[in-house]
């Protein structure tokens, strides 16, 4: 009977030990999710003031001060150079082609 009641009790405590540790655990889980809310709060503000930022520097008048402000002024005149197509060729892994490049000045002439 002694026994039944030592073995009762170590069970009890060890119930005990288990549930005090799944507390701690889901403590811990709570203050970690609460910290990961915080950075995604936080990364999601910080989104915001970019896109704000980046619309304000890409404003067309934005861009005509600053450049003013740097002696930049629109050009009087503008040219159009065509460039002939390159006869470097690649293959398909975006390595180059001696072959296909020889074909291509072959198909040049």
Do not use: F, W
């Not at 709570?30 to 910290?35: E, H, L, M, P, R």
């Not at 005509?64 to 060729?89: C, H």
């Amino acid at each position: 009977m002694a026994k039944a009641v030592v073995v009762a009790a170590l069970v009890l405590a060890a119930l005990g030990c288990v549930r005090v540790g799944l507390s701690a655990a889901s403590v811990t889980c709570s203050i970690a999710s609460d910290d990961l809310s915080t950075q995604i709060e936080s990364a999601r503000s910080y989104g915001s003031d970019l896109e704000v930022q980046q619309s304000r520097l890409s404003n067309a008048s934005h861009i005509r001060t600053e450049a003013s402000n740097l002696g930049m002024g629109a050009p009087s005149s503008t040219e159009l150079i065509v460039l002939p197509p390159d006869i470097v060729a690649t293959d398909e892994n975006g390595g180059l082609s001696l072959a296909g490049s020889i074909s291509a000045i072959a198909n040049r002439a």
